[in-house]
């Protein structure tokens, strides 16, 4: 059995399309909001968090939704072409607005991408699972998140192009260039990956797989494993506090504290970006060897390290990339071996529930902490943002140096794209 490379490819060409919309609002949408619409740091922050609101009641809907459509081009299909359509319409609008300065306009339109959104990203991740075969999944999901750091670092060149060194800026032109980029994928995802009839092929595969999961027996967990797991549910929390807060404001940061001009700021992100792509292998690798509890205290030493030291720049200097590209492995080295970790200590028929408590305990995070960093850029000022994230990383620290369970080492994997699997 091996994988379908052409056709995991053109699956990715979705996850692309998603990651390049996620980036670019990131990136643009805290600007808009601050040099055109004068919202304060707190309201931004709240407006940065709708994605994740809706995301949390959204996407497990229309997962569950897109089980149960069967229309003649699959399941996922129609919500991945219909989605992507409505978002493209929509976040065209969002530039438009900012240029006539319309601000119901431009809410409108943003509330619209983002339920856009919402509403394709669970069939969109589902789609791969249900094409290809269980034990060829994670050198498959390897590949689908290089293609969503491929949408990531489009958009952040785009940025770093097109956004002027001087004047106000006319986001259009960007917003047109991620919108072709996402209807092109989606198009050619359609005309490539003929869904339902992959989909039947791929249940031959499938024989007996539901019967062996559920000999996984299910129960109470024990009280010191109940512990641990607590912990780092509360250590994911935490580290995506201090790394959420630090990703949300840092385009605003670089431009009105660091006196980075235009879009250069996105060239730092794509420093970032590239370095945690090129470090998931070797931080799996490194677990193997050590552990993954000490693998992720190596990084989260890292991350609260680099944040303390970012934090005494007061204008721009090279040394801050290199900072970014630490925080790029660190960042890595945290994300590869923690869900593998919360998984570790679920009784085999709950993997599914403590995916659950995992996926909660991160966008709580995204929900709250650019409110809370937000406040306190308003009242104190932009100074306050690596204070902010340091903070929250050595608390991370603190709890996962108390977790005493799920740090079995990493089995070896059969393909490097394996350690590229990371959720």
Partial sequence: MKLNYRRTFFIGLAFMSISAFWQLYDSIIPLILKDTF?????QSGIIMALDNILALFM?????????????????????????????????????????AVKFPLFMGALLVALVAMSTYRSPAVALMPDVTPKPLRSQANGI??????LGAIYSLGLISALVPKEGRPNYLPIFAFVGALMALAVVIL?????????????????????EEEKQGASGPMDPAVRRSFALILASIFLWFFAYNAVTTAFSKYAQDYLGIA?????????????AAVVAFIPAGLIAGKIGRKR?????IT???????IAAFFKSFTPLLNVLLVLIGFAWAAINVNSYPMVVEMAKGADIGKYTGYYYT???????LTPILSGMLLDRLGYWTLFPYATVFSILAFLTMSQVRHGDSKAIAARSKLELLDVD
Avoid: W
């Avoid at 235009?262 to 590239?274: P, Q």
């Fill in 38 to 42: 004068q919202v304060a740091h707190t």
């Fill in 59 to 99: 996407l497990p809907v229309f997962g569950a939704l897109s089980d149960r459509v069967n229309t003649k081009i699959g399941k996922r299909m129609p919500f991945i072409l219909g989605g992507t359509a409505v978002a493209v319409l929509s976040m065209v609008l969002i530039p438009m607005a900012d240029n």
């Fill in 302 to 308: 890292v991350l609260g390290l680099c944040f303390f």
């Fill in 262 to 274: 235009g879009g250069g700021f996105a060239n730092s992100l794509m420093l970032a970006t590239v």
């Fill in 295 to 299: 693998t992720i205290m190596s990084g």
């Fill in 190 to 210: 359609f005309l490539t990956v003929k869904e339902k009839k992959v989909a039947e092929e791929m249940r031959a595969y499938e024989t007996g797989e539901e």
């Fill in 361 to 367: 305990a991160s966008m709580s995070a995204q929900i």
């Fill in 144 to 149: 689908i998140n290089l293609m969503g750091a």
